[in-house]
Nanobody, 124 residues
Framework: QGQFVESGGDLVQPGGSLRLSCVASESISSIFAVGWYRQAPGKQRELVANHAIGGTTKYADSVKSRFTVSRDNAKNTVYLQMNRLKPEDTAVYYC??????????????????WGQGTQVTVSS
């Protein structure tokens, strides 16, 4: 694992909910933004949401109105609340820091150091 550790993935039925956690090894207030990403088998890694610690969050169209990012500064943790889950949400979910330049370029890390992620499986 790198600077961020993901957890909370599980097997859940379609329509269910799940909350993922991303714990940072440093004060989250010192980080410009944290992005949530996912990668399904055979697919490229996809940006799900990028959350600026200052408060702004941008969501991918595929998850808008279903996923919500929140944070707990005291715990150096960023959360991804996932509701109304669909089978197509099945993927390994990752979090990663986002610099100001990366934020304004779309939220993709230039030199990422991905951790193990956490598996989310949506199936009946």
């Amino acid at each position: 694992q790198g600077q961020f550790v993901e957890s909370g993935g599980d097997l859940v039925q379609p329509g269910g909910s799940l909350r993922l956690s991303c714990v940072a090894s440093e004060s989250i207030s010192s980080i410009f933004a944290v992005g949530w990403y996912r990668q399904a088998p055979g697919k490229q890694r996809e940006l799900v949401a990028n959350h600026a610690i200052g408060g702004t969050t941008k969501y991918a169209d595929s998850v808008k109105s279903r996923f919500t990012v929140s944070r707990d500064n005291a715990k150096n943790t960023v959360y991804l609340q996932m509701n109304r889950l669909k089978p197509e949400d099945t993927a390994v979910y990752y979090c990663h820091s986002i610099s100001p330049s990366e934020w304004y370029s779309g939220g993709e890390p230039v030199f990422p150091s991905w951790g193990q992620g956490t598996q989310v499986t949506v199936s009946s």
